[in-house]
C-alpha cells in the first residue's frame, strides 16, 4: 500500500530560523513521483517541487531545499532563513509513475514563523 | 502563470440543498479533476474528467456527486443534497495529459459550509 507520513503536526519557530519539514513514504513502485505543495492561509495548493524517484539528487530553490534519501523513504524539505510569509501547511504527496492525479497525501505539517 | 480559477470562493448552504461548485480549467488543458479537503484532514481524489466522461472516481464520489462540463470553458461539480459530512474545501485541478510527469495546476478551492 501506498502511504505518506509526516509526523510533524505543528512546527513553530523565531522568524530567520531554518526548519526541515519531514515527510516519509510507503510504495511498492519502483519508479514514482513525490512532491511538495504549501497551502497559505488563504487556502489554495501551491505547487513548489516534483521529483522523481530516480533522481536522488537534492535540489534548492532560493531558501527551500529537498532532501530526497531513497534509502530511508525520506523526502524531507527545508526552509532556511524562514520568514513569516512562509506560514502555511506543507502538503508532502506521492504518486504512481503513470498518474498524475491520483496523489497519496501526507496529512500536512503546519509552519508558524514568529516574527 | 495561467490559472485554473473556481467560484464562488466560499458557499454556504442547508442541508439537502443542491450546491454546484464552478471551476475554469487553463484553456488548453484536457484532464480535469476534484478533490476535497475536509477541515484538517487529508486531501482527497473524487473524480477524474476527459472527453466528457470521468474516467476514475473514488469511493467519496456516490451518486449525489455529479461532474459535468456545460460548455467550452466550465467544469462544474454538482452536489444533489448536500449533507454535513460534505462541509470541505473542494480543489478543482487541470492538467494537459494525465500521465505521470505532467503538472497539475489546481484552483484556490471552495470553502463549502453545509449547516
Known amino acids: 500500500a501506498q502511504k505518506v507520513t509526516q509526523a510533524q503536526t505543528e512546527i513553530s519557530v523565531v522568524e530567520k530560523e531554518d526548519v526541515t519539514l519531514d515527510c516519509v513514504y510507503e510504495?511498492?513502485?519502483?519508479?514514482?513521483?513525490l512532491f511538495w505543495y504549501k497551502q497559505p492561509p488563504s487556502g489554495e495548493l501551491v505547487f513548489l517541487i516534483r521529483?522523481?524517484?530516480?533522481d536522488e539528487q537534492n535540489e534548492i530553490s532560493g531558501r527551500y531545499s529537498w532532501n530526497f534519501q531513497k534509502s530511508t523513504s525520506s523526502f524531507n524539505f527545508t526552509i532556511t532563513a524562514s520568514q513569516v510569509v512562509d506560514s502555511a501547511v506543507y502538503f508532502c504527496?506521492?504518486?504512481?509513475?503513470?498518474?498524475?492525479?491520483?496523489?497519496?497525501w501526507g496529512a500536512g505539517t503546519k509552519l508558524i514563523i514568529k516574527p | 502563470e495561467p490559472e485554473v480559477t473556481q467560484t464562488p470562493s466560499h458557499q454556504v448552504t442547508q442541508m439537502g440543498q443542491e450546491v454546484i461548485l464552478r471551476c475554469v480549467p487553463i484553456s488548453n488543458h484536457l484532464y480535469f479533476y476534484w478533490y476535497r479537503q475536509i477541515l484538517g484532514q487529508k486531501v482527497e481524489f473524487l473524480v477524474s474528467?476527459?472527453?466528457?466522461?470521468?474516467?476514475?472516481k473514488s469511493e467519496i464520489f456516490d451518486d449525489q456527486f455529479s461532474v459535468e462540463r456545460p460548455d467550452g470553458s466550465n467544469f462544474t461539480l454538482k452536489i444533489r443534497s448536500t449533507k454535513l459530512e460534505d462541509s470541505a474545501m473542494y480543489f478543482c485541478a487541470s492538467s494537459e495529459t494525465d500521465r505521470g510527469d505532467e503538472k497539475l495546476f489546481f484552483g484556490s478551492g471552495t470553502q463549502l459550509s453545509v449547516l
Open positions: 474528467f476527459y472527453n466528457n466522461e470521468i474516467s476514475e
Open positions: 510504495t511498492r513502485d519502483t519508479t514514482y513521483y
Open positions: 521529483r522523481n524517484s530516480f
Open positions: 504527496a506521492l504518486s504512481r509513475i503513470d498518474s498524475n492525479y491520483q496523489l497519496i
